[in-house]
């Protein structure tokens, strides 16, 4: 007696495995759409926060350890928790005293997001997608003056 066999329920098994190979990629791509853009908005209020620090600050030295921590808690806030920026400050038209005059702090703030559920591959470091973001501020722009 022979038995005929049929494709029966196949397209059923077929579907599901179809199904996890295209789901999965999908998902990892609107996860790290996802890391990426909080990681965006992270360094634009870290840059921010950091302008804002660095000015506020009585000189320059005091700006720079102001603006490196106001950056590292404008990242803590967006859930970049540990990650440690690097800040850069400049200075027109007096570069070497930036807390003079008329001058127009520029700080640029870098930083690095790590793509989720990627391992490192052949012992390289884990992929990962730069962000950078400047906000430039006027001297005097954050004082208050007092009226006399």
């Given at each position: 007696m022979s038995r005929r066999r049929d494709d029966c329920g196949n397209a059923?098994?077929?579907?599901?495995w179809l199904g996890i190979l295209?789901?999965?990629p999908v998902v990892w791509i609107v996860m790290s759409v996802f890391q990426v853009q909080r990681g965006?908005?992270?360094i634009?209020?870290?840059a921010r926060a950091a302008a804002r620090a660095y000015s506020l600050a009585p000189d320059d030295a005091t700006g720079l350890a102001r603006a490196r921590t106001a950056a590292r808690l404008a990242l803590d806030d967006?859930?970049?928790?540990?990650?440690?920026p690097a800040v850069a400050v400049t200075c027109t038209p007096y570069p070497r005293d930036c807390h003079q005059g008329t001058s127009v702090i520029t700080v640029s703030v870098r930083s690095r997001v790590v793509l989720p559920l990627m391992p490192s591959v052949l012992g390289g470091n884990r992929p990962s997608f730069a962000l950078e973001a400047t906000q430039t501020v006027p001297i005097g722009q954050f004082r208050e003056v007092s009226g006399g």
């Open positions: 059923l098994v077929e579907l599901c295209l789901v999965l965006a908005f992270g634009t209020a870290a967006q859930g970049a928790h540990g990650v440690t």
